[in-house]
């Protein structure tokens, strides 16, 4: 499944690639990211009872994230803040027997650049999404090996 944002703020898995399943993570501070739908503009946050949503206005404590790079290559999310893991399973889903969707795997974008939108963000502080320093920190960016790989 591919976690998207789409514009109404949902926050989905889609078996298929859409615009709104193309993110952008950036380091806030070692270990932790931000995750932005480049489509929707919107930020991936998370309240305290798990419920994922997306808001065009960053909160540090609902929108930033621990990455845990795990020895089979995927990466699983928990909140910086809350402690609780992104997954794609409702906490409440009557299925108790369901595996949550909560490792993710880091893809290259293969979507054309027409069907990614670059509009501004609609937010009241803004960000420089092409920037390796996306708040401004100082930090050195560092991207997933699979980005390094020759277009």
Excluded at 123 to 134: A, C, G, N, P, T
Aim: hydrophobic share 30%; proline share 6%.
């Amino acid at each position: 499944m591919y976690l998207q944002i789409s514009s109404d703020g949902g926050v989905r898995g889609s078996l298929v690639k859409t615009p709104y399943s193309v993110l952008q993570l950036k380091s806030v501070k070692p270990g932790h990211v931000v995750i932005k739908g480049r489509s929707s503009s919107l930020f991936l946050c998370i309240n305290d009872g798990g419920h994922l949503r997306g808001q065009g206005v960053y909160e540090e404590s609902d929108c930033s994230f621990r990455e845990l790079l795990l020895a089979d290559g995927y990466t699983r999310f928990l909140s910086s803040h809350h402690g609780i893991p992104v997954s794609l399973t409702s906490r409440n889903s009557p299925d108790r027997h369901s595996v949550p969707f909560t490792r993710f795997l880091p893809l290259r974008n293969t979507l054309t650049v027409d069907s990614v939108s670059d509009q501004p963000p609609h937010s009241e502080r803004q960000f420089d999404v092409d920037s390796h320093d996306l708040f401004g920190m100082g930090l050195n960016h560092m991207g997933s090996p699979h980005s390094l790989i020759d277009k």
